[in-house]
């Protein structure tokens, strides 16, 4: 089978290198970042010339892609997939989107007579790179199963949660759960600073206590080592709760806490740390008390 992979960053590179490790598929890359497409062709993909030339040769299609306007683009725009690709071909979308965005684009492939599966991923850069990421899949449940080997090559954990737009409800939610708990530990970690406890120790009771959670885990570690080289840049973060408190809105779900979390987010992109790690979030707490959480 050929699989075609278009936009291979943070998280599409190395699912996508595991999707060439660990399965016989003939890969076919393509990203507009060169040295992207390099870190696959280097490992036995083959470089697409664009967009449609990838989607003209493959029978399964995957994008990993930064925002809903770029996937919509990438899916439905005059050179995307559904132009290009052959009638009976699969797209499996594994970007963070809004709900809407995912099911206009489903419905633009059915018109063309493609199928479409909303596959969202959970873990980080970290489970993408050794294939135990959570795939989060919404669509129809035959193709969910004829595509579920593939999801598996690169995936440990691969939830079907229902029809198009199932998969992005189920990831919006996470994420804003994930984005508060990084925030509350941000805010907790600054407190440890100023109460002058050690916080290797404060750490090692926290990741063993009733306080842990991964948002806690990466936050801590990061901000530890002042590394904010982007893994999960803010940029993305904050599309990716905006989405979330769209939908909470939509739903009449009050927000109390998201909302405080996005103000953060809010104050860390306006000192120009967007396209720093999510987690720089901290380095709002920490310009406005003057001291750094290093440890
Ligand atoms: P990234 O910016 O590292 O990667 C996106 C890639 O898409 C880049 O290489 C870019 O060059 C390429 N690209 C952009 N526009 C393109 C186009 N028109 N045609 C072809 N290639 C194009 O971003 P990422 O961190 O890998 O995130 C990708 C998606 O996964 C986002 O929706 C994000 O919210 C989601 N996500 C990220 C993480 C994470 O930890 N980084 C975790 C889960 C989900």
Do not use: W
């Not at 016989?24 to 870190?39: G, M, P, T, W």
């Not at 997939?81 to 684009?105: F, H, M, Q």
């Not at 189920?170 to 050690?198: Q, T, W």
């Amino acid at each position: 089978m050929k699989v075609g992979f278009i936009g291979v960053g943070n998280m599409g590179g190395p699912m996508c290198r595991n999707i060439i490790r660990n399965t016989n598929h003939e890969v076919i890359v393509f990203d507009l970042n060169s040295d992207a497409v390099k870190a696959c062709t280097e490992l036995g993909a083959a470089a697409g010339a664009s967009v449609a030339d990838v989607a003209s040769r493959c029978d399964v299609i995957l994008t990993s892609l930064p925002m809903p306007n770029v996937v919509e683009q990438v899916a439905l725009g005059p050179d995307g997939i559904a132009a290009g690709a052959k009638s009976g071909t699969v797209y499996i979308d594994l970007s963070t989107n809004a709900p809407a965005t995912a099911r206009r684009c489903a419905a633009g492939m059915q018109a063309k007579g493609l199928a479409m599966l909303e596959a969202p991923v959970s873990g980080g850069t970290a489970r993408a790179k050794d294939g135990t990421i959570v795939i989060m899949v919404g669509g129809d449940a035959a193709t969910f199963e004829a595509q579920l080997p593939l999801l598996k090559s690169f995936s440990g954990e691969v939830v079907h949660v229902g029809g198009i737009g199932m998969g992005s409800t189920a990831k919006l939610i996470n994420n804003m759960l994930a984005f508060c708990n990084s925030a509350a530990a941000a805010e907790a970690l600054m407190i440890g600073k100023r109460a002058g406890i050690d916080l290797h120790k404060l750490d090692q009771v926290i990741r063993n206590a009733s306080g842990m959670s991964s948002g806690y885990a990466n936050m801590a570690t990061k901000a530890f080592k002042g590394a904010f080289d982007a893994t999960f840049a803010l940029d993305l973060a904050h599309k990716d709760l905006r989405l979330a408190m769209e939908m909470a809105d939509e739903l009449g779900v009050p927000g109390m806490i998201a909302p405080q979390v996005m103000n953060l987010m809010r104050m860390a992109r306006g000192m120009g740390l967007g396209g720093a790690d999510s987690t720089a979030m901290i380095r709002v707490y920490e310009r406005a008390l003057g001291t750094e959480v290093r440890a």
